[in-house]
Each structure stands twice: as C-alpha cells, then as structure tokens.
C-alpha cells in the first residue's frame, strides 16, 4: 500500500456525508470527532462528534472571513478551529503536555478544554484512512520551529504561494512564508516535505516550519536577494564574465542535483 499522505488536517475527511461521518465514528466514543466537507452545502464544513450513542453534527458557519460554530468564538480556518485556543498566540504545538507519544496526537483546542456551544469536550481526532499527522511527523523529525523565537520584519518578496518576509530566528537571519489558507498550506506541505530531503550548497535551504494560523515555511536567507533581480539591478560593468560564468555553473550544479533526485524546479 501507498506510504500515509502528511497531513495538516489528519482528521478532515473532505467530501462524505452525514451517514459516512457517523460510520467512520464507530465505535461510540465521547469526544471522538472529525470534521467534513458537507456534501448538501459544498463549500461548507461540518464539525461531527460521537456523544453517548449519537453523533452531533456542527455546521460551521462562514463570518465576515472567519469561522464559527456558536457566532461567539471566531477562527482563521479549520486548523485553528479544531487545534488552538482561539484568541491566543500559543506558539510552537510541538512536544506538549499532551503526551502523543501515546499515540495520542496534540489538541490544543478551547473545546478540548471547554465544550462551550458543544454537546462535550473534543477528545480525539477520527484520523482519515492514508494519512498521518504532519505535526507529529516534522517534530519527530526535527523540523517543527517554535514560534516564539521567530521575530517578523518587513517583505522582502513575493513567492508562489504569497508574500515573503523577512525574519531572525535565534539570531539567525531567515526567510518567512506564512500560508494561511488551509487548502494552500497543504499544498505548500506538500512541497515542504520534499525540501526537508534537500541538501545542497547551491540550493537555499529550509530551515523548519511553524504551525500557527495556517503554516510558517522558515528559509535560509539569502542577503543579495533572487539572482534575476540581482542581474538586472547591475550593469555589465558591474558584472564580468568571469562571475556571470560562475553563477551558471552554480545554477547547473543546483540543477543536476535536483535531477539527481528526479524532482523538477517549477520556476
């Protein structure tokens, strides 16, 4: 069978209806819960959670580019909804209190601890079949950054996936992605589980990520900036051939790395 997918969201489940949701939640556990896409409204969500012997769906209502159950407590996207307290900065979820070398992955939740507008506490997620947790894996990996050594200055530039900012992580000099989207931040992990295989000296490197409204991509930061805007800010008397051959070998180089792993620069 196929290696799991990493997931940010292991325990959404995408496009199945009530009746699937309400199998998948077998047997019944108290506070065990996933979250769908809601297949009579597409586009919307749906928070399902196993109580006593039934299973309660929450409609998740869509509020001026927020997320709410109640119309009380508001979230960036499905991540925060269903893995941080709402309203806080909490930093790095990477080894918590919460003990997932049980098997148990981390919720960091204000229903987990506060059942609020729901009928009990969340407890554990329902994992969708094929997938595995992208927090536990990048942390078990060493790849998980906290974010409170992560200190945000001004843009720098701007990226498929958005803009590019500039950042110091412990005194290091870094480049910051932050994807805030959910669909997005998948994707661009996609991508960043690929690079955390990359080592070479002609390719910039990453340097971890951060889960935290959405996803922090934390780079190397290269000081001269992107090599076309640094060709074209500079005139050939700047610029001899000697260094313009240079420069080619090393994109080459970089080049028949990356087809040493068979992996293809989309730019």
């Given amino acids: 069978s196929a290696d799991p997918k990493l997931s940010l969201m292991p325990w959404f489940h995408g496009k199945i209806s ?147 900012l500039q950042g110091e992580y412990l005194g290091q000099k870094v480049a910051v992605k932050n994807i805030k989207c959910d669909v997005t931040a998948q994707a661009f992990l996609d991508e960043t589980a690929v690079m955390t295989k990359m080592q070479h000296k002609n390719l910039v490197r990453l340097l971890g990520v951060i889960l935290h409204q959405g996803l922090y991509i934390v780079m190397e930061h290269v000081s001269k900036g992107n090599l076309v805007n640094f060709l074209r800010t500079r005139g050939r008397a700047l610029v001899n051939t000697a260094q313009l051959l240079q420069f080619s070998l090393h994109v080459a180089e970089g080049m028949e790395y990356l087809e040493s792993k068979k992996l293809v620069h989309r730019d």
């Fill in 18 to 164: 009530g009746q699937e949701a309400v199998q998948q939640l077998q047997p019944p556990e108290d506070g065990l819960f996933l979250v769908r896409e809601s297949a009579r409204h597409p586009g919307d969500y749906v928070l399902c959670v196993s109580f006593g012997r039934d299973v309660i769906h929450y409609r998740v209502l869509h509020r001026d580019g927020h997320l709410t159950i109640d119309e009380a407590v508001f979230f960036c996207n499905l991540m925060d909804m269903v893995e941080r307290p709402p309203g806080k900065g909490t930093g790095c979820r990477g080894f918590p209190p919460w003990g997932w070398a049980h098997g148990c992955p981390p919720i960091l939740q204000h229903y987990s601890k506060d059942k609020g507008a729901i009928c009990t506490k969340l407890v554990r997620p329902k994992r969708k079949h094929g997938t595995k947790s992208a927090e536990e894996e990048l942390a078990r990996a060493g790849w998980l950054l906290n974010l409170q050594h992560l200190t945000l200055g001004a843009q720098i530039g701007e990226g498929e996936f958005g803009a590019v």
